[in-house]
């Protein structure tokens, strides 16, 4: 046999096996004239290409360009063009050679299999797949592929029940977002893109996010721009929204003087601090201008609403009315901080809102609701001028409660946030105190230290079996997110690290099928973050997300590494506080102290059943002082005589 080494682990490859599939491929494989063989030839390339040292070798007898030539006539059935184009995209995958190296034929063909309205889904599932390589690889192609594929055709793609092809389009769909200009990123997205009839996969929830994300990123520029208050255009808009307020006499039949007090005092009455020059309370990014915009948006769509706000706050005491125009710029940043408006999407998040896709303008809807809650709140608080900051704190509370309990419309989200009232949120707000306050008495915290040891080797424990069970980890390349796939499991006797790379809808494979293996006797180190090699590499590309997420272990006196990307933050705590356990570690993960205060707390809970209602002193009771005499105490030695 032949043996080659790979991250220090010797791999076997059968040379008969080898020599015999190479003797075929030149001699009866890729140019044999039966089609049965070029079949099962190609289909034996797609499975070998994924090994490197044999891509290097088929690459530099120009194996490759056969596929290329293979496709670039599109002769074939279905399925050998399927093998045909996996086998090239796995090739391709190893970065032995360039993407810009393939003609304008070769893109134009790949970009019809896609924009084809009848087509085999296996074909447009890998072409989909080499289009995003394409655009994530060179400027150059993005252009090229961009001018072949249009956006109608790729949300066509995501209309389909197939959950393979959505993914695949959608994940084209954000290269081609996040490639192009600020100019090219508008997209408007109607709430039947998606037709999948299970749940969103974790690949799919990924892409909606980033598709959410790029998408309210627009908004970032009129964030980040202060009002100019020589702009007559936004002059205008600030007198417009004065006007739609209030039934003025005309301003041609009054002084200058006349005018400008008129105006300060309506835009007073509007909310603004700087009446006479209100342009000045938008100076002040973020919101800027996007403040702007959505007091604007409220005005003009829903005109009746926006008269009886200001209108009614007109009519109150002055301390009592609710600001208008300082509540808006308020508002809006709050939303800005809560759809997390201009921070870039991160490689690995899925926290998305189903409420994005069912509405065409989500900030500025959103507002409309939220600003008409606000005022509705102000009045349940009978707040003051004095207590805005403490309004603005409980409509923060109400959207975040609302938006975490993921709304699909924006009817269903102003219904929720409308019954979560201020009586509702102060009954939250009071039983959290009270558990908090409950907890945290000195008894009680005496009697959580005694329990801690046995839950800490409670969660010890669920660890090692959560690594026995093992977790799928993906390979996040600069090229594409998606495909790669490795698992990794403990062995039952808490020994061994068994691992190796595995298909697409792999569930929980076997310890027998996974090939590489670690003692765990051997592993030296856990390493986190930016101290892991593979982010050492890449110095400069990861993001903080992926960089929360990645660890790695060292084995073999610190020369080599096994490194991994966790899918999730929980995830990775799970994984790096099993590797300390087994090195004889302290556990140190967030995750791990939320654990251990729940199970803490449960445990109290059932502790402290038969003094429910009793207080619970701070301290113990004093002792009291000695009696003056002990006269009372019976002398047992005098009775035994």
């Known amino acids: 046999s032949l043996y080659y080494y790979k991250n220090d682990h010797i791999s076997f490859v059968y040379e008969g096996l080898r020599l015999q599939f190479i003797f075929v491929l030149h001699l009866y494989g890729i140019q044999s004239s039966d089609s049965g063989v070029r079949c099962d030839s190609l289909k034996q390339l797609a499975s070998v290409s994924t090994d490197v040292t044999f891509a290097q070798e088929f690459i530099s007898r120009d194996g490759h360009t056969l596929l290329v030539k293979i496709v670039e006539e599109a002769n074939e059935a279905p399925v050998i063009m399927t093998h045909t184009l996996t086998s090239f995209m796995e090739l391709m995958d190893h970065g032995i050679v360039s993407w810009e190296n393939l003609s304008s034929v070769f893109i134009k063909k790949i970009a019809s299999f896609v924009n084809a309205k009848v087509g085999d889904a296996s074909i447009q599932q890998v072409s989909l797949d080499i289009l995003e390589s394409m655009v994530l690889s060179s400027h150059s192609l993005f252009l090229q592929v961009k ?15 197939n959950q ?77 929204l004065r006007q739609a307020a209030f039934e003025t006499e005309s301003d041609n039949s009054l002084s200058t003087e006349r005018r400008r007090s008129l105006c300060a005092k309506e835009f ?73 408006i201009g921070e870039p999407p991160s490689e690995t998040g899925s926290n998305y809102h189903p409420i994005f896709f069912s ?47 993921k709304p699909t419309s924006l009817e269903l989200f102003k219904n929720k946030v409308n019954a979560l009232n201020y009586s509702e949120i102060l009954k939250l707000r009071q039983t959290e105190r009270l558990h908090q306050e409950e907890t945290l008495a000195p008894p009680v915290l005496e009697l959580k230290e005694r329990l801690k040891p ?10 090692l079996n959560r690594l026995c069970q093992g977790t799928l980890f993906r390979k996040i390349s600069s090229r594409r997110r998606q495909d790669k796939l490795w698992y990794c499991r403990l062995s039952p006797n808490h020994k061994v690290l068994h691992y190796g790379d595995v298909e697409e809808d792999t569930d929980n494979p076997p310890i027998e099928t996974l090939q590489e293996k670690i003692p765990v006797a051997d592993i030296k180190a856990l390493l986190t973050g930016k101290d892991c090699p593979h982010m050492k590499e890449n110095k400069g590309k990861q993001t903080k997300e992926v960089l929360d997420l990645a660890f790695s272990i060292t084995y073999d006196v610190e020369e080599y590494s096994l490194n991994f990307i966790a899918s999730s933050r929980t995830d990775f705590c799970l994984w790096t506080d099993g590797l300390s356990v087994l090195l004889g570690r302290d556990m140190s993960s967030e995750s791990m102290r939320s654990e251990l205060e729940i ?21 113990a009771p004093p002792v009291p002082k000695p009696p003056s005499n002990y006269n009372f105490c019976y002398d047992f030695s005098q009775a035994e005589q």
Not at 313 to 333: G, M, V
Not at 454 to 463: A, D, T
């Open 454 to 463: 046995e839950l800490l080797e409670l969660i010890r424990q669920q660890r």
């Open 359 to 405: 509405q065409d303008r989500l900030m500025d809807e959103l507002f409309c609701v939220c600003i008409q809650l606000l005022n509705k709140t102000w009045k349940e608080m009978r707040a003051t001028q004095e207590d805005f900051d403490k309004v603005m704190q409980v409509v923060r509370e109400q959207i975040t409660r609302t938006l975490s309990t």
């Open 599 to 619: 199970l803490l707390s449960m445990e109290i809970k059932l502790r402290l059943l038969d003094l429910e209602n009793v207080p619970i002193p701070d301290s």
């Open 164 to 240: 393979q092809i959505q993914t695949k389009a959608m994940a084209l769909l954000m290269a081609l977002l996040q490639t192009a200009g600020d100019a090219d990123r508008q997209v408007r997205l109607q709430s039947n893109i998606i037709h999948s009839s299970g749940s969103v996969g974790d690949e799919m929830a990924h892409y909606l996010y980033v598709l959410q994300s790029v998408t309210l990123n627009h908004l970032e520029p009129r964030m980040r721009t202060p009002l100019d208050c020589y702009s007559p255009e936004q002059r205008d808009i600030l007198h417009g």
């Open 268 to 340: 007073k009455k509007l909310g603004f601090s700087n009446n006479s020059n209100p342009g000045q309370d938008l100076v002040r990014t973020p919101p800027g201008l996007l403040a702007l915009d959505t007091m604007f948006y409220f005005a003009s769509r829903y005109p009746d609403a926006y008269s009886r706000f200001v209108l009614e706050n007109s009519s109150r005491e002055d301390k009592h009315e609710c600001p208008f125009a300082r509540s808006s710029i308020q508002l809006t940043l709050i939303l800005c901080d809560i759809l997390r």
């Open 147 to 161: 001018h072949e594929i249009t956006l109608e055709r790729l949300i066509t793609h995501l209309q389909v029940t």
